[in-house]
């Protein structure tokens, strides 16, 4: 248990599907992201909030949106995706931008999309 | 941003030492070294971070030599459980962690 709780654990959509993926974490941590590992890929960071405040987005279609209505949930909405899409979605959050450097990941969200 | 290399795998049995080794030869005076490990379907979990020489904790030693371009993750007596992706991260902590980039990792099969 890391304190970073993501629903669904398991998500399939077909490419015309509206979902949303939730993060919530339990630490009080005021820094939250949205990372995408695809099979045999690096993670790729998507998106960094820092405050509620969204400060990274790293170049991402826009059939992904994301939501931060505060410092403890976080959504990844998701809109007519591809297959290319399909891939585990990880959360993570921080105390802020600096300090330890640690970062806390959710179980992540496996995505499939038909 | 520093650029790490590892090895892409690793293999070991159950009760010995493994020593990972990251090299980060263009490190800034201002960078820390952070290793994650990552089981299947997980989010990585953070292990160890240093700065320079020596740091241990209950889980494993990372040693940084005095050039600081490369450290070396030491996971004493390995089980099978310890068979994951293990990542090795460099960046300033004060600037932002999507700065920070995880490459590969190293994949280790721990074999009984």
């Known amino acids: 248990e890391t304190g970073v709780t993501q629903t669904p654990r398991h998500l399939v959509m077909g490419m015309t599907n509206k979902k949303s993926l939730k993060c919530e974490q339990h630490?009080?941590?005021?820094?939250m992201y949205w990372y995408k590992q695809s099979a045999k890929k690096p993670l790729e960071l998507m998106f960094v909030?820092?405050?509620?405040?969204?400060?990274e987005n790293n170049s991402v279609p826009s059939r992904f949106s994301p939501e931060c209505p505060n410092s403890s949930h976080l959504f990844l909405h998701l809109h007519t995706l591809q297959p290319e899409d399909s891939a585990l979605y990880l959360c993570?959050?921080?105390?802020?931008?600096?300090?330890?450097?640690?970062?806390?990941f959710g179980e992540g969200s496996r995505l499939t999309v038909l | 941003l520093a650029k790490t290399t590892q090895p892409i795998s690793m293999d070991s049995y159950e009760g010995q030492e493994v020593n990972i080794t990251c090299s980060h030869n263009?490190?800034?005076?201002?960078?820390?070294i952070t290793w994650y490990q990552q089981f299947p379907s997980q989010g990585p979990r953070f292990i160890i971070q240093?700065?320079?020489t020596k740091v241990t904790n209950e889980v494993a030693s990372l040693f940084i030599p005095a050039d600081r371009k490369s450290s070396t993750l030491s996971l004493p007596r390995v089980s099978l459980s310890d068979t994951a992706v293990y990542y090795c991260?460099?960046?300033?902590?004060?600037?932002?962690?999507?700065?920070?980039?995880f490459g590969t990792g190293t994949r280790l099969l721990v074999s009984p």
């Open positions: 991260l460099v960046g300033d902590m004060n600037t932002g962690f999507q700065k920070l980039v």
């Open positions: 993570a959050s921080s105390q802020d931008f600096s300090g330890t450097g640690e970062l806390f």
């Open positions: 630490l009080g941590h005021n820094a």
């Open positions: 909030y820092n405050f509620k405040e969204q400060t």
């Open positions: 240093g700065y320079k």
């Open positions: 263009n490190i800034a005076t201002n960078d820390y």
